[in-house]
């Protein structure tokens, strides 16, 4: 997720350009690069599929997503559990679920 906002006029290959140059990650990866307006009323989401760019967006017609603001860093990550929540208005900041614990051995 990119923690800052951006101009909703941008398609595919605006965004393509801000993920490569402006956050250096490689729109070609296997992630999806998620974008909102300023008012935090829409999103997009671009992400490369097999052969070619594709592109999602979802508009609010009331409330606002509960997006990342912390001015650390130009990206967020999140698992595609927590985007589902994020799509349905959970603010993940708020909402930490229990650590996962990776075993070796039981004894």
Request: charged letters at 20%; hydrophobic letters at 40%; a positive charge.
């Amino acid at each position: 997720m990119c923690r800052q906002p951006i101009d909703f006029r941008k398609a595919i290959n605006g965004l393509s350009v801000l993920v490569a140059q402006e956050l250096g990650l490689s729109p070609f990866a296997s992630a999806l690069y998620v974008f909102t307006n300023r008012r935090h009323t829409q999103l997009k989401a671009l992400y490369w599929h097999r052969n070619g760019f594709c592109l999602w967006q979802k508009r609010l017609e009331a409330n606002k997503f509960a997006w990342p603001v912390d001015q650390k860093a130009a990206t967020a990550s999140c698992s595609l559990q927590e985007f589902g929540w994020l799509l349905e208005g959970f603010d993940l900041s708020k909402n930490i679920p229990h650590k996962t614990l990776n075993f070796e051995r039981f004894s």
